[in-house]
């Protein structure tokens, strides 16, 4: 059985969370009781496809990530610039050859990873993704939008009240850069994801999410 390479993007310096930005990185935020982290670190390890787990980081965190016992590499910074960029910094510095799950460290979802690797692998498309619902321009704008009907990709201004989200799923080997060209290209393949989902970017997402964990915790979710 393929196995895939997990990467958690904890690299983010984080500028719209005002003052806390100053004192703390968004991956290490708390939601209700632990960083917002180890939502999608516990989300790569749950997978029974993921056999090599690694933490994409800068210099200020690399230390507290290392306590995870799991590897980490420092980013350069005038080389990564987001996730795809990033993707193909680790590519260069670990010389993988694995197809990878990519996840960022400041996003809470309960995606089921295993059955988007096995849809990866019967649908057999260069890049996977989800979409997920939303009526928040503003937080669409944020997070880019997908016009399912024609196919296009647009960052800041919404095109639809389709969200992309990941995690993502990527083949290793694309013969070019990876890109946010990838959503609309002919050869990726996308999922309509209804679950749960928090982008740990703003004050009031803070607050959302820590509500929900605690209801969960609880037991009321």
Known sequence: MEKFLGVLFCGGRGVRLGEISKYISKPLIPVYDKPVFKFGLELLKNSNHIDEILILTNEDNDRFFKNENIRTIVQDDNKVSGIFSGWEYVKEVTKTKKNAVLYPGDNICDADIDSMIMHFKTANPEFLFSLIKLMDTEKLSEMGS??????????????????VIAPYIIKNDLGKKASSELFSSDKSDYLIYNGNWYDIGDIDSILNASIWRQKTLAGKT
């Open 146 to 163: 997908f016009d399912i009907t024609r196919k296009i990709y647009s960052y800041r201004n919404p095109v639809s009240e389709m969200g």
